[in-house]
């Protein structure tokens, strides 16, 4: 729909830390790599390891444009 911010992601990394999960999401076509915490328990019931694609929406209030600074890619 327009005005939305919708993009498929491929999980890259999958990181747990006792309560937590980091998944690190790369976007199928052009953007930056995607770094996502979820909760232990919502993790396993919505089965988020043996998922490898996921789609993903950002609400255009949460996006912030920040200049980059020499040396960074």
Do not use: K, M
């Not at 992601?9 to 999960?21: F, L, M, N, Q």
């Not at 950002?58 to 980059?68: G, N």
Request: glycine letters at 10%; a negative charge; aromatic letters at 4%.
């Amino acid at each position: 729909a327009p005005g939305r911010n919708l993009l498929a992601a491929h999980v890259t990394a999958d990181d747990a830390y006792g309560s937590s999960h980091t998944l690190v999401l790369s976007p199928d076509g052009a953007g930056p790599e995607i770094e996502c915490e979820i909760a232990a328990r919502p993790y396993e019931v919505l089965g988020v390891g043996h998922r490898s694609l996921f789609n993903i929406e950002i609400d255009p209030a949460d996006i912030h444009v920040v200049a980059r600074q020499d040396g960074d890619r």
